[in-house]
């Protein structure tokens, strides 16, 4: 008889594996990893000292990320927010100190999932299926423990679905992924002729990009959605869609909710709050759809600009010239030529981008900075020698970073401009999930737990990672 009582458990811990069951991590280590993405340190807030910007560095980050998987322990890891372009050397860990020989990376994009397991414990089922920023792996557990012969290991598979749903405005799309990612979990089920598909062994987690407001949650706490779930002021659906299983899947962290939950499960992401201190919030029902910025944020926009304008316009004012852009560039992006508000103060000051080098779209709209732009092409954008960035388009270039939702990135360069905001309080948030289906139960769920700002000091990502071992009912 299979235990139906969760262990509650809250880390620093190791994660019980059930021999007869499968442990499972989930984390978002916040890209960039060595080498993509400059702009770590603009997570951190406030502004990082000299003696204390090591902290950001990769190699500071990654020996954080490697105690935690190592001392949680899992059978299966699940990453989000892996570099392709350095993904073997930055985790090279996994497998050379800590014994996870199995890994899945998915095929494409920039901010990818990355899937590891220990082949001591669990068999690869067929090849893994890469959906719309979701990874599907099956395993088969092995029977490694030859001291517990009563409890011996069913030939049954598990489906681990690791998602990184799309970030901003994209609920719709949000949907279509993970209702995508279930579907490929039941159909391979059938096809691997599974005793009863619909009751697989299933379980989903990962980074979501959204809270119980979530559409693709929805979807799975409830079984389905359709036309008329409204998010960010948009059906989520044309049409009802519905999970091709009996019953919804099961959050972990509420499996058994103790007591000192009191009702509010631990976040997953803790960040500054920003949003009220950026934001005008005169408009409420437009200020997350088309947000624009307090009076007090372009005050100290407008203070900013007079202190690097040096250009005399026809009036009395001054205005800034290529050389003020440039010592503006430098002081928040380390030199010029990086960076999205180099992009965007170019374009304003007159730089016509030729058609052949926009390469594509896919950015990350609410996630550090995303481009669209081969290296090699991006050194070809130029600040015109006679341009002029007006107050105007100063303010329309955080304005379009405002839009991506890069709340961070402007209050970085508000504070290291001069101008800091008074943050007080911390934005909290369950981004990061894990589900399961009905025909499994959560043995023991290990919770995370931090109280200031992340990333900081102890937290290598602006996410705190899910952790759950299951047994077969």
Same mark, same amino acid.
């Given at each position: ?291 624009? +910025?307090? =009076?007090?944020? &372009? ?10 304008? *040096?250009? /005399? @316009? #026809? ?38 981008e030729p058609s052949s080098e926009l390469e594509g779209s896919g950015r990350e709209s609410n996630k550090r900075e995303s481009t669209t732009y081969k290296s090699t092409e991006r050194s070809r ?59 499994? +139960?959560? =043995?023991?769920? &290990? ?10 000091? *102890?937290? /290598? @990502? #602006? ?10 009912l």
């Amino acid at each position: 008889m299979v235990a139906t009582t969760c262990q509650h458990l809250i880390a620093p811990s190791t994660l019980p594996s059930p021999v007869t069951g499968l442990s499972v991590l989930s984390y978002n280590v916040l890209l960039p990893n060595s080498q993509d993405g400059w702009w770590t340190y603009k997570m951190y807030l406030p502004p990082l000292s000299a003696e204390d910007e090591y902290i950001s560095s990769w190699e500071y980050r990654r020996s954080l990320i490697k105690d935690r998987v190592g001392r949680v322990d899992a059978d299966i890891v699940c990453l989000q927010e892996v570099s392709p372009l350095t993904f073997e050397d930055d985790f090279e860990f996994m497998t050379e100190h800590l014994g996870y020989d199995g890994v899945e990376l998915f095929h494409k994009g920039r901010f990818r999932p990355a899937t590891f397991w220990k082949k001591s414990r669990v068999e690869l089922v067929g090849p893994a299926q890469h959906k719309d920023r979701t990874l599907l792996t099956t395993f088969r557990l092995l029977d490694t423990d030859t001291t517990r012969p009563n409890e011996s290991v069913s030939s049954e598979n598990w489906h681990v679905l690791n998602c990184h749903l799309q970030a901003g405005k994209q609920g719709g799309r949000r949907v279509r992924q993970i209702v995508e990612g279930v579907s490929a979990a039941y159909k391979l089920a059938k096809k691997l002729k599974e005793k009863d598909p619909a009751n697989l062994n299933l379980i989903v987690c990962g980074d979501f990009n959204g809270g119980e407001e979530s559409g693709a949650v929805h979807y799975l706490e409830k079984g389905s959605v359709g036309p008329d779930f409204i998010e960010d002021g948009e059906s989520v659906s044309s049409k009802e869609k519905c999970l091709p299983l009996p019953s919804p899947l099961m959050d972990v962290v509420l499996t058994d909710e103790v007591e000192w939950m009191n009702g509010c499960p631990p976040p997953t992401l803790v960040v500054p709050e920003l949003i009220s201190l950026i934001i005008d919030q005169g408009k409420i029902e437009t200020c997350y759809i088309n947000p624009q +910025f307090s =009076a007090d944020t &372009l005050d100290r926009f407008q203070r900013i600009y007079e202190r690097f304008a *040096s250009v /005399p @316009s #026809d009036g009395k004012s001054m205005q800034m010239g290529k050389l003020d852009v440039e010592r503006w560039l430098t002081a928040i992006n380390g030199r010029v030529g990086r960076g999205s508000e180099f992009r965007s103060a170019a374009k304003s000051m007159g730089w016509v981008e030729p058609s052949s080098e926009l390469e594509g779209s896919g950015r990350e709209s609410n996630k550090r900075e995303s481009t669209t732009y081969k290296s090699t092409e991006r050194s070809r954008i130029k600040i015109p020698e006679e341009g002029i960035l007006s107050l105007e388009d100063f303010v329309g270039v955080y304005l379009e970073e405002l839009r991506q939702g890069k709340f961070w990135g402007i209050a970085w360069d508000l504070a290291t401009l001069g101008e800091p905001l008074p943050v007080e309080n911390v934005f909290t948030e369950r981004y990061d999930r894990m589900y399961c289906s009905k025909s499994l +139960f959560p =043995a023991a769920v &290990l919770h995370f737990h931090c109280k200031n700002p992340c990333p900081n000091k *102890s937290e /290598p @990502s #602006d996410h705190l990672p899910i952790a759950a071992s299951f047994t077969r009912l």
